[in-house]
T-cell receptor, first 116, second 114 residues
Framework: KAGVTQTPRYLIKTRGQQVTLSCSPISGHRSVSWYQQTPGQGLQFLFEYFSETQRNKGNFPGRFSGRQFSNSRSEMNVSTLELGDSALYLC???????????????FGPGTRLTVL | KQEVTQIPAALSVPEGENLVLNCSFTDSAIYNLQWFRQDPGKGLTSLLLIQSSQREQTSGRLNASLDKSSGRSTLYIAASQPGDSATYLCAVIEYGGATNKLIFGTGTLLAVQP
């Protein structure tokens, strides 16, 4: 089974621009979550999508948004980029069964975003 | 509010040594706890998942235990090798929400010296 894939792997943008990151989950997985990782804040939860619906959202400004398609692929968008948005963005996929303790989560390689 | 802490923040050991990494969480109402490793600049690799009803899980040289009542988990690595050098992260999913949100610890940076 192919693992979680993320594209692109690296991005360089300037302040004020917007960016779209993509995540393809493991086949059969319906839940996709996004995390931001920075040296200062560690791993922080952005949002989770399950069957095309946002199921949970972290404490990030509205500039961060996402969506999920019918094939479970997900995209996240960051508008009006700021220097502080420079980070490694990771997505995770799981089967996503409601309230289950069996949900092992698998991460992609990440997208390294640098904002200049 | 659930908080996850990992001690020590960094650890350096000689090759061949057995070692224990610690993870503490403040709220015992969790669905499961998962251990990951992260190599520099890379994504997270899942090592072990311990469900809330389990006490431990084993995979090769790794053994993870879970004590919900005390809010602690340990990751035991036997006969460490230089290839084990990485950052190790634990994360929990809180009970009660229909969500897969992981709450991560701060990580332990492990260096195994040849």
């Amino acid at each position: 089974k192919a693992g979680v894939t993320q594209t692109p792997r690296y991005l360089i943008k300037t302040r004020g621009q917007q960016v779209t990151l993509s995540c393809s989950p493991i086949s059969g997985h319906r839940s996709v979550s996004w995390y931001q990782q920075t040296p200062g804040q560690g791993l922080q939860f952005l949002f989770e999508y399950f069957s095309e619906t946002q199921r949970n959202k972290g404490n990030f400004p509205g500039r961060f948004s996402g969506r999920q398609f019918s094939n479970s692929r997900s995209e996240m968008n960051v508008s009006t980029l700021e220097l502080g948005d420079s980070a490694l963005y990771l997505c995770a996929s799981s089967q996503g069964n409601r309230g289950s303790s069996y949900n092992e989560q698998f991460f992609g390689p990440g997208t390294r975003l640098t904002v200049l | 509010k659930q908080e996850v802490t990992q001690i020590p923040a960094a650890l350096s050991v000689p090759e061949g040594e057995n070692l224990v990494l610690n993870c503490s969480f403040t709220d015992s109402a969790i669905y499961n706890l998962q251990w990951f490793r992260q190599d520099p600049g890379k994504g997270l690799t899942s090592l072990l998942l311990i469900q809330s009803s389990q006490r431990e899980q084993t995979s090769g040289r790794l053994n993870a235990s879970l004590d919900k009542s005390s809010g602690r988990s340990t990751l035991y690595i036997a006969a460490s090798q230089p290839g084990d050098s990485a950052t190790y992260l634990c994360a929990v999913i809180e009970y009660g929400g229909a969500t897969n949100k992981l709450i991560f610890g701060t990580g332990t940076l492990l260096a195994v010296q040849p």
